[in-house]
């Protein structure tokens, strides 16, 4: 009865506060929308998309990630932390060289991998990164700028739109009977007229800042990697914890197999990830306030109370329903997987509730203690991708998934306790 009752006063409160950001509650409904059009954007994938070539999608999306990952997002961090100060003293030119430069890398990089895993790679896949490098680091360079300076109305407005043109390229793809792109071409021509839209209607809304401070090249580049480099190592091991299964599954199993593990697990990580931003939100005015540990502490373990209360009910309606929710968001192509939605809403909660603690860590500066946790649970991500996907198939990597979750939320909670 005293569980039920700390849920209710947390719900009340949470609400209550999530009014009170009207500023915030921009940003969180756009990330709600988003995941929602997300969701109809998979059904329709999964009624026209084979599980083969959605799988085969998802090797070529998770080799860009990796790339995307190690060298644009830091890029983008950087950028977005120095707009109202380095940027604005020595302009954007070293920046747009840097963004430059880092495309060309990314894509040739993409080229070695293409040709060393396919033996050959698409003109039409080359050409569409040739593209659509460039202008997703332009797209998402927008898309902070307006975050940092506190236009969250534009950002909201972007984020929705980007997730509203996916979806309706594919349907006039799939639906209507275009003829032009097919299967996975059509849903890399979703991710470019994505891009494309938002840096039409967004470009004007960016700033290019013209120098008023001199500063040499090479000094700036220093600047630049004293910055990034840990961002880059963490990239890796991050990168290993969400998209390794992947390839292991089509290593052991099949490219099909990889399709229809995607989707169910695409649909199986919306459910937290579409509640866990209204948390962050909310805990980070006071996690990054002026407070002592123990407040912050405080305040972060009675979220984590509610949240875990909100997770049971959650996860015991799609263990449930779990079937009825793959009939519904995703197609009998993908029946095969139906069980791993409830696994892998299990593994997001989980992680979801790690990011929670993990505030804590960004807020003090102590980011060293979330890659000792990304490391030790890619080790076993990988390992137990191994031992069990030849024995257990799909749900052996979804097991994986959610071991090597729990490993890490058991090591941020350690230094949690600690702190």
Known sequence: MNSINTASVFLRSTFLRYLKHSDKKYVVLSQIISAIIGLASGKLIALYVSPKEFGEYNIQFAAYTFFSTLLLSPFLQFSKSTIRTLQKRIGS???????????????????????????????????????????????????DFLMVNNKLLDFSKLTVIKSAVGLLFILCCFHFGATLFKGQEALWGMQLISVVFCIVLFSRKYKFYLSTYKISLINFIKKYFSFTWPLIFLAIWSWINNYFDRYAIDYFLSTQDVGIYNANYGVGSKFFLLLSPIIMALISPFVYDKLSIDEKKHKISSYVQGYLFLGIIILSGIYISKNLIGEVLLSSLYQGGFNLIFWTALAFFILTTTHIYESLFYAEHKTNIILIGNIIAAIFNVALNIVLIPEFGIFGAALATCIGFFVQFIIIYFFYRRA
């Not at 430059?100 to 396919?118: A, D, E, P």
């Not at 039409?124 to 680091?137: C, D, E, G, S, V």
């Open 93 to 143: 030119k070293y920046y747009l060289y840097l963004g430059v430069g880092i495309s060309i890398i990314v894509f040739i990089l993409l080229k070695i991998f293409y040709t060393m895993y396919y033996g050959e790679w698409n003109p039409y896949i080359a050409a569409f990164f040739l593209l659509f490098i460039p202008l997703t680091l332009l797209s998402s360079t927008v898309s």
